[in-house]
């Protein structure tokens, strides 16, 4: 099952690196200070501990606005599925 909610930023662990282009998060920053996020980033709930792996540009517009929390989908998993993600 599927939740959406909010939750705060310094709660959501991006165990991969990301590359992100700066003129995207730059517009996102513009459309998210003016609309609001339209489509929440997918996260992975396991053990209470959230995990990010998509919507990097999404995060760091959030982050560079100083937003608190952000729109998320979450997904409950377990500790083996977060393992294929991170391999």
Excluded at 37 to 54: A, Q
Aim: glycine share 6%; net charge positive.
């Amino acid at each position: 099952m599927v939740v959406i909610k909010e939750i705060p930023l310094p709660r959501i662990r991006r165990p991969l690196p990301r590359q992100t282009d700066p003129e995207k998060v730059r517009a996102l920053m513009e459309s998210i200070a003016i609309e609001g996020l339209h489509e929440p980033i997918d996260v992975l709930e396991v053990e209470g501990e959230y995990y990010g792996f998509s919507g990097c540009h999404r995060f760091e517009a959030h982050q560079r606005l100083g937003k608190e929390t952000i729109k998320c989908r979450v997904r409950q998993a377990t500790q083996s599925v977060l393992k294929m993600h991170l391999a």
